[in-house]
């Protein structure tokens, strides 16, 4: 006799592993248990592991493969135990999102959905247009660095990385509509993303979100009113910007929380030290990151090496565009006959997705690039893609690229895509309290609203 079973995947972030997400273990496991008697079956949790600590360097698409290598023997074992997988779910945090949506890609080209229904696809402070440039200098260190150090996951978190024969990044490829990532994203009917609303440092709301403008920043002074859930205090339940400035307001904002939290002398004496703290702690990590980029590297060129690789989902989603390209010569040429069309070449392709220009206003689709330089080549000025000057971002707003707003359109057009907003005032960086993560030491009862909203939703 053999029993149905709902299996969920849970995926940590970067420089993570499992015990990040111990917490979001037990409350889904404490959620069940209240509700089993509710639904035929048992329910079992997988938390990832084989991308732990340093392997998550390696790259988002690495990460997916190892990850699906995982639930193929998750599903092995529990079929052992006359235990028979029947639904799926996933949840990804921080970059644990970005794998999952190369993980269910996976999934989905080797037919694992054909008898396995695909439920729920959740993600926490996931960065899912990659990470943000803004406009000042620790930006732009970080964005100078951060693609040499984080070896394949660096370039595919910045968007410079050129997955694809054409040279778009990976990232440009999952929210593509035509490829597989996409695809198996709409079969999953409960799709919902966390994002904290503030003081994400790591994640900032944009990029978690999904969304080109941040209603929240400045939130202290720019008169935003926001009503929290009654039952969890740290989810957003909506918000407003009240034309009567003279009404209360439900939200009142928190003094910003000192940047050393220590009293009077200590704080004194730390201030003293950070001349000698800074300099050494900085060198400290530069070298290790340097070395964990390295030793990536090195796992990544044999991966690339071993007998295995030519299977993999990155060598299928490069044929379909290969093909996909010749396809659309053969229609220009049937077209326009055999005068001089040329089909552009990889380094002008490639380009287009790794422009750093800023972005234009109307990113809809790939005939923005054809249209500019259409217009530019026949001597016009067309005001819809180009403006005479451009405005400057604020030091405080992302300058967006191109890829980026296309993405965002893109991946809002999901079929029944949800997001919440999770709110924590009262920490400096937020992104470890969306999940009350393990290695933070956090009391559950005081910022476990976003795990409990996101539990009592879940469809088992």
Same mark, same amino acid.
């Given at each position: 006799?053999?029993?149905?079973?709902?299996?969920?995947? *849970?995926?940590?972030?970067?420089?993570?592993?499992?015990?990040?997400?111990?917490?979001?273990?037990?409350?889904?496991?404490?959620?069940?248990?209240?509700?089993?008697?509710?639904?035929?079956?048992?329910?079992?949790?997988?938390?990832?592991?084989?991308?732990? @600590? @340093?392997?998550?360097?390696?790259?988002?698409? &690495?990460?997916?493969?190892?990850?699906?290598?995982?639930? +193929? /023997?998750?599903?092995?074992?529990?079929?052992?135990?006359?235990?028979?997988?029947?639904?799926? =779910?996933?949840?990804?945090?921080?970059?644990?999102?970005?794998?999952?949506?190369?993980?269910?890609?996976?999934?989905?080209?080797r037919k694992f959905f054909e008898n396995v229904t695909p439920v729920n696809f959740n993600t926490f402070a996931t960065p899912?247009?990659?990470?943000?440039?803004?406009?000042?200098? +620790?930006?732009?260190?970080?964005?100078?660095?951060? !693609?040499?150090?984080?070896?394949?996951?660096? %370039?595919?978190?910045?968007?410079?990385?050129?997955?694809? !024969? =054409?040279?778009?990044?990976?990232?440009?490829?999952?929210?593509?509509?035509?490829?597989?990532?996409?695809?198996?994203?709409?079969?999953?009917?409960?799709? #919902?993303?966390?994002?904290?609303?503030?003081?994400?440092? #790591?994640?900032?709301?944009?990029?978690?979100?999904?969304?080109?403008?941040?209603? +929240?920043?400045?939130?202290?002074?720019?008169?935003?009113?926001?009503?929290?859930?009654? @039952?969890?205090?740290?989810?957003?339940?909506?918000?407003?910007? !009240?034309?009567?400035?003279?009404?209360?307001?439900?939200?009142?904002?928190?003094?910003?929380?000192? +940047?050393?939290?220590?009293?009077?002398?200590?704080? *004194?004496?730390?201030? *003293?030290?950070?001349?000698?703290?800074?300099?050494?702690?900085?060198?400290?990590?530069?070298?290790?990151?340097?070395?964990?980029?390295?030793?990536?590297?090195?796992?990544? %060129?044999?991966?690339?090496?071993?007998? =295995?690789?030519?299977?993999?989902?990155? &060598?299928?989603?490069?044929?379909?565009?290969?093909?996909?390209?010749?396809?659309?010569? %053969?229609?220009?040429?049937?077209?326009?006959?055999?005068?001089?069309?040329?089909?552009?070449? $990889?380094? $002008?392709? /490639? @380009?287009?997705?790794?422009?750093?220009?800023?972005?234009?206003?109307?990113?809809?689709?790939?005939?923005?690039?054809?249209? /500019?330089?259409?217009?530019?080549?026949?001597?016009?000025?067309?005001?819809?893609?180009?403006?005479?000057?451009?405005?400057?971002?604020?030091?405080?707003?992302?300058?967006?690229?191109?890829?980026?707003?296309?993405?965002?359109?893109?991946?809002?057009?999901? #079929?029944?895509?949800?997001?919440?907003?999770?709110?924590?005032?009262? #920490?400096?960086?937020?992104?470890?309290?969306?999940?009350?993560?393990?290695?933070?030491?956090?009391?559950?009862?005081?910022?476990?609203?976003?795990?409990?909203?996101?539990?009592?939703?879940?469809?088992?």
């Amino acid at each position: 006799m053999t029993t149905d079973v709902h299996l969920l995947v *849970l995926v940590h972030g970067m420089w993570g592993n499992p015990g990040h997400l111990t917490e979001m273990g037990r409350k889904i496991r404490g959620t069940w248990l209240d509700m089993k008697d509710s639904f035929p079956g048992e329910f079992c949790v997988l938390l990832a592991n084989t991308n732990a @600590d @340093d392997y998550t360097y390696d790259g988002v698409d &690495h990460g997916g493969e190892r990850v699906a290598e995982e639930v +193929f /023997e998750e599903v092995e074992k529990l079929k052992q135990r006359g235990l028979i997988v029947t639904k799926f =779910s996933v949840t990804g945090y921080s970059l644990g999102g970005l794998v999952s949506r190369y993980l269910i890609g996976v999934l989905h080209q080797r037919k694992f959905f054909e008898n396995v229904t695909p439920v729920n696809f959740n993600t926490f402070a996931t960065p899912h247009i990659g990470l943000l440039r803004y406009p000042n200098f +620790f930006s732009a260190i970080a964005n100078s660095l951060g !693609p040499r150090l984080l070896s394949r996951t660096g %370039e595919q978190f910045f968007a410079v990385d050129k997955w694809s !024969p =054409s040279g778009r990044p990976l990232l440009a490829v999952m929210a593509d509509p035509d490829r597989v990532f996409y695809q198996a994203l709409e079969l999953f009917p409960h799709k #919902t993303i966390y994002a904290n609303a503030i003081n994400d440092l #790591t994640v900032p709301y944009v990029t978690a979100a999904i969304e080109a403008e941040d209603p +929240f920043l400045n939130h202290a002074i720019n008169g935003i009113d926001i009503i929290f859930h009654e @039952d969890y205090p740290n989810v957003i339940k909506s918000w407003d910007f !009240p034309t009567d400035a003279s009404l209360p307001r439900h939200y009142t904002p928190r003094e910003a929380v000192p +940047f050393l939290p220590i009293r009077f002398p200590y704080n *004194l004496i730390v201030y *003293l030290s950070l001349p000698i703290l800074v300099p050494t702690v900085l060198g400290i990590v530069y070298a290790r990151v340097l070395k964990q980029g390295r030793e990536s590297r090195k796992r990544v %060129e044999e991966i690339e090496k071993g007998d =295995s690789y030519s299977s993999k989902l990155i &060598h299928a989603v490069a044929e379909l565009e290969r093909q996909m390209e010749d396809q659309v010569t %053969e229609f220009i040429d049937t077209q326009t006959g055999p005068v001089s069309q040329e089909k552009p070449s $990889k380094e $002008k392709e /490639e @380009d287009k997705w790794h422009s750093s220009r800023a972005p234009s206003p109307d990113p809809s689709s790939e005939t923005l690039s054809i249209t /500019e330089t259409d217009s530019k080549a026949e001597g016009r000025w067309n005001s819809k893609y180009h403006s005479r000057k451009k405005p400057q971002p604020k030091m405080d707003t992302p300058a967006l690229l191109d890829v980026q707003r296309e993405m965002i359109e893109r991946l809002n057009k999901l #079929t029944g895509l949800k997001k919440e907003r999770a709110f924590y005032d009262d #920490t400096r960086n937020s992104h470890a309290s969306i999940v009350c993560r393990g290695d933070r030491g956090f009391n559950p009862d005081d910022v476990d609203s976003s795990l409990r909203h996101w539990a009592d939703r879940f469809v088992f």
